[in-house]
Nanobody, 125 residues
Framework: QVQLVESGGGLVQAGGSLRLSCAASGRSVSTYAMGWFRQAPGKVRESVAAISWSGGTTYYADSVKGRFTISRDNAKNTVYLEMNSLKPEDTAVYYC??????????????????WGQGTQVTVSS
């Protein structure tokens, strides 16, 4: 069993930055891809960014390309999401998730088996 705990959310003004962290416990996640998703009120959950186990492959939603950066520290069993130039439309609950072992699309939420409880990000205009 894997537990994922997100942190780093908060309230920020448009144009500001936040760094989200996702700490895993229960077992090493160093051989698994990891992803960040978000869900805004009244909207479906969407993939934001994902990273392969080695960090060599990353995925970003078009809406965050050039502004968000995903990274990981396998020694710390932690994944990060650096968010810059934040916009009000980035407001959502952000979740990290552990990808199913064996490959597959990094942006497909159904391929993620474990999820954190989420952290709220609010961007004011």
């Amino acid at each position: 069993q894997v537990q994922l705990v997100e942190s780093g959310g908060g309230l920020v003004q448009a144009g500001g930055s936040l760094r989200l962290s996702c700490a895993a416990s229960g077992r090493s996640v160093s051989t698994y891809a990891m992803g960040w998703f978000r869900q805004a009120p009244g909207k479906v959950r969407e993939s934001v960014a994902a990273i392969s186990w080695s960090g060599g492959t990353t995925y970003y939603a078009d809406s965050v390309k050039g502004r968000f950066t995903i990274s990981r520290d396998n020694a710390k069993n932690t994944v990060y999401l650096e968010m810059n130039s934040l916009k009000p439309e980035d407001t959502a609950v952000y979740y990290c998730a552990l990808h199913r072992y064996g490959g597959g699309s990094l942006s497909e939420s159904t391929l993620y088996d474990y999820w954190g409880q989420g952290t709220q990000v609010t961007v004011s205009s």
